[in-house]
């Protein structure tokens, strides 16, 4: 094939290298919102110079050269912004964003090992033209450090100045194993840290030379600082994958040729003292096949926990107080609260923050307010909230749409602002927190709300319910409408809106995670969307309850209490049953209704079973579930049905219990929203209407 490219790369370095040059283009993508707000500072233009210099150097080492040569031109752009040659104006920022998306053209290229018809020919001229017609004549050249193997007289007279200053002066010694991958880059990171910390006198070798992989995977500075030698060591054991490190104090009468680095050693309590990398790394990365791997063979332990407690309870029961029951059930015990702790050490491993999905929504807003001509201001909390990252992969597409609603449908143009007294400036602000063992996110806009009437009339339009049908909805249910496929109130078809998709798909993905998705709006103010999920999709806890002597699995984030029955009083309302609990009326779902099949015929009931019911939670729904017979709290580990059954309403998976049975993990929100359309469906047919 003619457009077949080959790289520098072996396979199982890949996904490093991926993750790696993502996150950089992240920290690029972060900072040049900042630059564009005007909020730019030295920090900022050296982070954003450090990336763009790492992913040049990166894409060097595979002998990705379209990408090196682009990432350069970008590099020689922020260092004149570092060094005040260059003001960071709106062309600039919107050239440098467009970079950033060719960036992401090329990196696919290396993975799919295709080449792309981007020419970055044009780009590169337009980037030099940028830095030709902007740049300001520096106050003084940057002096060249010398790669002399003896310091000059002026780098003597400089250490000597700085020491003055009262500042330390540290010979720097580092180096990476030659297995490493891309070495040359590791190098680079260290020195760009080092670079951050103070002054460099001399660096061996530069950083051209490290560019073009000149390096014996040693990396020798000069380092002048107002930190401590142990604040320097810090720095450098934040770098991944160096093999050593050594900071020594340095005075100006030692040669200045250094000796080898020492063997790694155990870190001295000297805080000036040697030290080597792997005394202070203490993160290691983990793909996650390892990751889903060990959560697999954990959940595997508690079935097998689980079918331990049986076994203890069947022995108890036959041999009553037993010496040796005694001692099975202290080892099962002991070893349950080993599980429990594994399970939770696992669990932790596999969450990550939300700002790994969160980072990646400001450039969509920026985006979205300048193709629709609106002025957002975004504001983001909660980016530390840690979720499953098998949740955060599945949330990033229904959050995008929520976010594209907001600014595009939600919020007003500045002359329509203006004229309801608005700032012109509209908000947007995306929240997350732990909230009862979930986690809730919450995209809120203080735009012109969701007008329940247009609902109307687009629900009627579309065919989606007669105007009977639709006069006679509360404006709370118009305004869910809109999670309807094929119902939009768009006024005109745009990039972003008015094909009718999008928050359908917003609930259908969010409900298949096992979360749920609401809406509240108030006309004239805006409109909050709150998305609840699980913390993590694979072992959760759950209620077991019988049903025909069939186990069903009900999670237990979604219960409020548990009754029996025969303790209340079941009133029919509208032609349903329901009860009232805690000062409120509260509908009945009859489980053997709802999972009835009519080709069983009529089943017995529960033997030895006390009918009760399960009072549960779906956003603002509430509802009671009636079930045969309750057993009691247990965790399971979730197994998908999806290959075997497909969707079934009301239920999210199985589970295997720890005497072989399988046990149907009952969906909440399905199941009331397939019990409200039945309802729905049912008051319509009674009233003669079609829907």
């Known amino acids: 094939m003619e457009n077949k490219l080959t790289f520098n790369i072996e396979a199982d370095e890949l996904e490093l290298f991926i993750d790696e040059v993502n996150e950089y283009l992240q920290v690029i993508e972060s900072s040049l919102l900042q630059l564009e707000e005007q909020a730019s500072s030295p920090e900022t233009l050296n982070l954003i110079f450090r990336a763009a210099h790492t992913i040049k150097a990166l894409a060097g080492t595979v002998g990705h050269q379209r990408m090196a040569d682009l990432t350069h031109a970008m590099e020689s752009l922020f260092d004149a912004m570092r060094n005040n040659q260059l003001t960071p104006t709106q062309k600039i920022v919107d050239e440098l964003f467009d970079v950033v998306d060719i960036l992401k053209i090329l990196r696919d290229e290396i993975i799919n090992q295709q080449a792309s018809d981007i020419d970055i020919t044009a780009v590169l001229s337009r980037l030099h033209t940028l830095i030709d017609q902007n740049s300001h004549k520096a106050s003084s050249p940057k002096s060249e450090v010398s790669s002399e193997n003896t310091l000059t007289p002026e780098q003597i007279s400089q250490i000597k100045k700085l020491q003055e200053d009262e500042q330390s002066v540290f010979n720097v010694e580092i180096s990476t194993d030659a297995k490493t991958f891309a070495p040359a880059a590791r190098l680079m990171q260290a020195a760009m840290a080092l670079l951050d910390a103070g002054q460099i006198v001399r660096q061996r070798p530069t950083m051209e030379d490290l560019s073009a992989g000149k390096h014996n995977n040693r990396l020798e500075i000069i380092l002048a600082t107002k930190l401590e030698g142990k604040a320097v060591k810090e720095l450098l054991a934040d770098v991944a994958d160096l093999s050593d490190f050594q900071v020594r104090p340095f005075k100006v009468e030692q040669p200045a040729e250094a000796p080898p680095p020492s063997p790694p050693a155990t870190a001295p309590k000297n805080g000036n003292a040697p030290v080597s990398v792997n005394s202070t790394s203490k993160t290691v990365r983990i793909s996650v096949e390892r990751l ?389 469906v049912k008051e319509g047919l009674k009233n003669g209407h079609s829907l």
């Open 292 to 680: 889903d791997a060990l959560i697999n063979l954990v959940g595997e332990l508690v079935t097998n926990r689980n079918r331990l407690k049986q076994v203890e309870e069947i022995l108890r029961s036959q041999y009553g107080k037993d010496e040796t029951v005694g001692e099975l059930s202290e080892s099962s015990t002991h070893m349950g609260r080993l599980i429990d702790q594994l399970q939770e050490e696992v669990m932790r491993a596999r969450m990550l923050p939300i700002s790994h999905l969160f980072d990646k929504l400001p450039r969509l807003v920026r985006d979205v307010a300048r193709t629709s001509e609106k002025q957002v201001d975004l504001i983001i909390e909660g980016a530390a909230t840690e979720l499953d990252r098998s949740v955060i992969e599945v949330i990033g597409d229904p959050l995008i749409h929520l976010l594209r609603n907001a600014v595009d449908h939600g919020l007003e143009t500045p002359e329509q602002r203006r004229s309801a007294n608005k700032s012109e400036t509209g908000t947007v602000k995306l929240t997350a927190a732990h909230v009862e063992g979930r986690v809730v996110i919450t995209v809120q806009d203080d735009g012109k709300g969701i007008d329940p009437d247009r609902v109307r009339q687009s629900a009627v339009k579309r065919k989606l319910m007669t105007p009977e049908r639709a006069a006679q909805l509360s404006d709370e249910e118009v305004i869910d409408l809109i999670f309807q496929p094929n119902l939009s109130t768009a006024e005109k078809l745009t990039e972003v809106s008015g094909r009718g998709v999008g928050m359908d798909v917003v609930r259908t993905n969010v409900e298949r995670l096992g979360g749920s998705v609401f809406v509240e709006s108030v006309l004239g103010q805006g409109t909050v969307f709150r998305v609840t999920l699980p913390l993590t999709l694979a072992i959760i806890e759950t209620m077991l309850v019988e049903l025909w002597n069939t186990v069903y699995a009900i999670p237990i984030t979604g219960i409020n209490d548990v009754l029996y029955l025969s303790d209340t009083k079941t009133d029919t309302i509208s032609g349903m049953p329901a009860i009232r609990w805690r000062g409120a009326v509260l509908p009945l779902i009859n489980l053997r209704q709802s999972f009835a099949d009519p080709r069983l015929g009529d089943m017995p009931k529960t033997v030895g079973g006390k009918q009760a019911i399960v009072t549960v939670t779906w956003g603002k729904q509430r509802c009671g579930l009636i079930v045969d017979r309750i057993i009691g709290k247990q965790g399971i580990v979730v197994k998908s049905l999806n290959s075997i059954a497909g969707e079934v309403p009301g239920i999210s998976g199985c589970t295997i219990l720890g005497d072989g049975r399988v046990a149907l993990i009952i969906d909440i929100p399905g199941l009331i929203n397939a019990e409200l359309r039945l309802r729905h």
